[in-house]
């Protein structure tokens, strides 16, 4: 029988005794011959001279260990809120969690940050509550509080799989329930499945140190766990890069699939390198061998642009960190250091901790870094000065704020220097807290292209970008590419990244932006008589505090408060209580920020100078390229706005002169024959299609045909065919089921406005993706409808037509596409946007049954007398139709 492999992680608040646990199960199990202990800076994982020296765990370890047919491999974690991101990454590679607490203190603020990764990560979990040898600890008390804080479903184990535990299981799950309630017990199978599943979550009370429930803890590891499945193709996730006292670079990975080897080339999509050496490692020592199944955790070399989060192979990347850093320092460097030479050593350790983000300021010359916490300034001066011998200090540091936005706007970004072209329209909505930058795209393929979708995507991703109040990153944003404009000669990838960076930066400054900051939630434990003095402080802090608990002459109060008035407390409490109170926090957040005016002043951020940041357009005109700013650039853009908030310039300058009808009064004599010609025509047959050229026509045989010549300008209204139909509400929702229905739709409608305006009508189709099309010119009752030839768009006909014949005909194109607008206002004919189409028509409508019913008032009999009796069924039929609406 194979063996079983698991990989658990450890966790824990700090000083609950997630190491000493670590410790007794390596002891027991027999990898050990000593129990090691913290306190005799001789434990087993934590070896590192750093560890020894505070007595916690700073990294990440592994020890491997057997358990009858099992073997585990056991990932002891930071317990210090300041290395919460070495631990989330350990988190993704995991089959089971251990959640270690200390029966003395109960669940604490840091365990249900803890409780909250987990179950983001959806990872299974055992809890193990520790230190019950103490006086004090009540063991129905502490399950209560695992009840109520952390889940309903923990359940006690340990003693047996009698009738209490079964009964206790299925209520946990109602197949669990079935089988029970048929049989009396339930299969260790579905018990396995339930707890992968996180239906329940086993709970083991002992004592680490003195070795008490140690036994029954690991039998509960091996009882209640399965293997998981894994693919045979090859795949592996980064979780941490180190190095050895060599200097030897080490990427630490999970095998998900398949088999690794020595001398295998490894691939994460972008880069190709080749394994020289494969580590299992089991405290400081480590094995060599020459392959890895699926299922282990192993070191490997040879690897140099390895990063953590990353995938291997047919695995996806890791999800994005939860927990961020909240605190910004400056690196102090000797007057002998230069900062260039500094810069590439530090590189190292932002390989080992990503979450660093080291940035260098070229004009004031220093470096900045960012990390959750003080004590954890305090390990990278140890690091920096042990590896590099270079000893350096920090600032006081400043807070990590962050901004997002209240509402719904959209961001445009053009960029037409001349030889280039681009726009981008973004759409921006508020997430909620905590849910990071998220990206969409709701554009068609007939505005963009794949490609270029995709690359604006790319764009959004590959950069941080910066809010407007003070420069802070931006979060919590869904950000969606709806709409946009490539030119076919002269866009090119470098355009859609200027002006999708410009989209954002437009958008939120159209936005209504909000200062976030960091949260703390905490804990503080200290003696009754003290707790109006500590209240009153948290209060000045503009935290919320609450007293959860009160035991003998110690109160615990619980709550929330900013970072920036948090940070320093613990020096505080310990002064006023007289070493007697214990301050613990853990990162809950980002939330509006308190005194958001007072910081907005401060950093005296000018987002219409940051020139690494535009919030402006370039557009081109005649040859000239210009700078517009943030404010103006919906007025000078080519794209219709999806949110349609106002008016083009065009279509507020060229509104009145565009309409085609005005208010004219129609003839009552024209009554009965509209009727019949228009709003009954089709009815109880099919439409007539007369095809007129299936040639390769040009615009002047096209528009002999399409003329009549008169004395006066002969009306030509041209329709942009699918730029109405997409921009129509009902038009669009038929056409994303029935494009053919929707364009004989639109067709329907301006066959009966033409029998009114007596105008010429060409809607105009593109067909310039159809291989070998040529132009096609039909006529569809009383109007014209061309589909495009190859390589001929509906813009380009219609700019060429109007060309041509403005000098001939008056000439007014529907269409909302900004560019195509200010081309045909170029050629001196009219325009009318999708919307003002809209109007147009159903004013025209509105005229006819206005005079209609003017007449029925003048003589209620004579029409009725009139009209045969099919035509009376039709009107009344028009009249309950325009009620329906």
Not at 578 to 589: I, K, T, V
Not at 726 to 743: H, I, M, V, Y
């Amino acid at each position: 029988m194979a063996m079983k492999k698991l990989i658990i992680g450890v966790l824990a608040h700090v000083d609950a005794g997630k190491t000493t646990l670590s410790e007794s199960l390596l002891y027991v199990s027999g990898k050990t011959r000593k129990l090691g202990r913290v306190d005799n800076k001789d434990a087993y994982l934590d070896n590192d001279e750093l560890e020894k020296a505070r007595g916690i765990t700073i990294f990440s370890k592994q020890a491997l260990f057997e358990v009858d047919d099992t073997q585990i491999t056991l990932l002891d974690t930071p317990g210090h809120v300041d290395f919460s991101t070495e631990m989330e990454r350990t988190l993704q590679v995991l089959d089971y969690a251990i959640l270690v607490i200390s029966g003395a203190d109960g669940v604490q603020g840091h365990t249900k940050t803890l409780w909250r990764l987990l179950t983001h990560y959806r990872i299974p979990v055992f809890l193990f509550i520790n230190k019950m040898d103490q006086m004090g600890t009540d063991k129905e008390q502490l399950l209560s509080e695992l009840k109520k804080q952390l889940a309903d479903s923990c359940i006690v184990c340990g003693q047996g799989q009698d009738e209490d535990f079964y009964e206790q299981v299925a209520m946990c799950d109602e197949i669990l329930l079935e089988e029970y309630l048929e049989t009396g017990q339930i299969g260790i199978s579905q018990i396995r499945v339930a707890l992968r599943a996180r239906k329940f979550f086993p709970c083991f009370f002992g004592s680490a140190l003195k070795l008490q429930g140690i036994e029954a803890f690991m039998q509960g590891l091996v009882n209640y766990t399965e293997m998981p499945l894994f693919p045979e193709t090859f795949g592996a996730k980064i979780f941490k890069i180190g190095r050895d006292e060599q200097g030897n670079r080490l990427t630490y990975m999970k095998i998900t699939g398949g088999r690794l080897k020595v001398r295998d080339v490894v691939t994460n999509g972008v880069w190709q390198e080749k394994i020289t050496q494969i580590r299992i490692y089991s405290g400081e020592k480590f094995v060599a061998v020459s392959e890895a199944d699926a299922g282990v955790v192993c070191a490997v070399t040879g690897l140099t642009q390895t990063k953590p989060g990353e995938a291997l192979g047919d695995e996806t990347d890791l999800h994005a960190p939860v927990l961020e850093p909240v605190l910004t320092y400056r690196i102090l460097l000797p007057a002998d250091c230069d900062p260039r030479v500094m810069m590439p050593k530090l590189r190292q350790l932002e390989e080992e901790e990503p979450q660093l983000q080291l940035v260098w300021d070229e004009q004031l010359e220093e470096i900045r870094l960012k990390v959750m916490g003080e004590v954890q300034t305090e390990i990278l001066q140890s690091v920096i000065q042990s590896r590099f011998g270079i000893s350096v200090t920090f600032d006081t540091g400043q807070i990590v704020y962050k901004e997002t936005i209240a509402n719904v706007v959209e961001g445009v970004g053009h960029f037409e220097p001349l030889g280039h072209y681009a726009e981008v329209h973004l759409l921006l909505e508020p997430g909620e807290r905590g849910s990071g930058l998220q990206f969409a795209e709701d554009c068609r393929e007939a505005v963009l292209g794949k490609s270029w979708k995709k690359l604006i995507l790319s764009h959004l991703k590959e950069k941080d970008h910066k809010g407007v109040l003070t420069g802070s990153a931006i979060t919590d944003l869904k950000i969606t590419l709806v709409s946009g404009r490539a030119h076919n000669k002269h866009t090119a990838g470098g355009d859609f990244r200027e002006a999708t960076y410009r989209a954002v930066r437009q958008g939120l400054k159209v936005a209504e932006s909000i200062l976030l900051e960091p949260y703390y939630s905490y804990q503080l434990e200290l003696p009754e008589k003290m707790v109006g003095r500590a209240m009153t402080d948290i209060e000045k802090m503009h935290g919320t505090c609450q007293i959860s608990q009160l035991v003998g002459d110690i109160a615990s109060i619980t709550g929330k408060a900013p970072v920036v008035n948090m940070r320093n407390y613990q020096q505080d409490v310990m002064a006023y209580s007289n070493g007697q109170g214990r301050l613990f926090c853990s990162l809950l957040g980002y939330e509006p920020c308190h005194n958001s005016g007072e910081v907005i002043a401060m950093w005296g951020y000018k987002s219409e100078e940051d020139v690494e940041n535009p919030t402006g357009s370039i557009f081109c005109e005649k040859g000239t390229s210009f700078l517009i700013e943030w404010d103006q650039v919906e007025d000078y853009m080519h794209v219709e706005s999806r949110l349609q908030k106002k008016e083009t310039p065009w279509e507020e300058t060229v509104g009145k002169e565009a309409s085609l009808s005005g208010k004219s009064r129609i003839d009552p004599e024209e009554i009965e024959r509209i009727f019949q010609q228009t709003y009954y025509a089709n009815q109880g047959r099919k439409s007539v299609w007369q095809k007129k050229s299936t040639m390769n026509v040009g615009h002047d045989r096209s528009t002999t045909h399409l003329s009549k010549h008169k004395d006066s300008k002969e009306e030509y209204l041209l329709v942009d065919g699918y730029n109405i139909i997409f921009a129509w509400p009902e038009l669009k929702d038929l056409a994303e089921d029935n494009l053919d229905g929707a364009r004989i739709k639109l067709l329907d409608v301006l066959s009966k406005y033409q029998s009114v305006r007596k105008c010429q009508i060409i809607v105009v189709f593109d067909a310039y993706r159809v291989q070998r099309q040529h132009e096609e010119i039909i006529d569809y009752d009383n109007i014209h409808m061309v589909f495009t030839r190859e390589a001929q768009t509906a813009d380009h006909y219609i700019e060429k037509f109007s060309h041509d014949n403005q000098e001939k005909y008056q000439i007014t194109v529907a269409t909302s596409d900004g560019l195509e607008q200010l081309i045909i206002r170029g050629a001196g004919c009219a325009i009318l946007s999708a919307r003002e189409l809209k109007e147009e028509i159903e004013r025209t409508n509105a005229d006819v049954m206005q005079a209609y019913q003017e007449k029925q008032r003048i003589d209620p009999n004579h029409l009725q007398d009139a009209l045969s009796a099919e035509s009376k069924e039709q009107i009344e039929k028009l009249f309950s139709e325009e009620k329906d609406k």
